[in-house]
């Protein structure tokens, strides 16, 4: 349980700088499809999952 816990709060502190390199991918994935109806519920998503992956590794590392 401890472990979950320290991941969540890794993320959540993750949140606010990864923001700008999910913005960046979500324009890259842009270029090659038609996401303009869902780009900022790409960018939401691509930037809580860069979070969690990012409060893993700090967790494990």
């Known amino acids: 349980m401890l472990n979950i816990i320290l991941t969540i709060v890794f993320s959540i502190v ?3 700088f ?10 890259f994935i842009g ?3 038609k996401i303009k ?3 900022d519920l790409i960018v939401v998503l691509v930037t809580i ?13």
């Open 18 to 27: 990864m923001i700008f390199p999910a913005m960046k991918i979500t324009e």
């Open 49 to 61: 999952f860069l979070s969690i992956l990012i409060g893993l590794f700090l967790k494990f590392f």
């Open 37 to 39: 109806k869902y780009h």
């Open 14 to 16: 993750m949140l606010f």
């Open 31 to 33: 270029k090659f499809f």
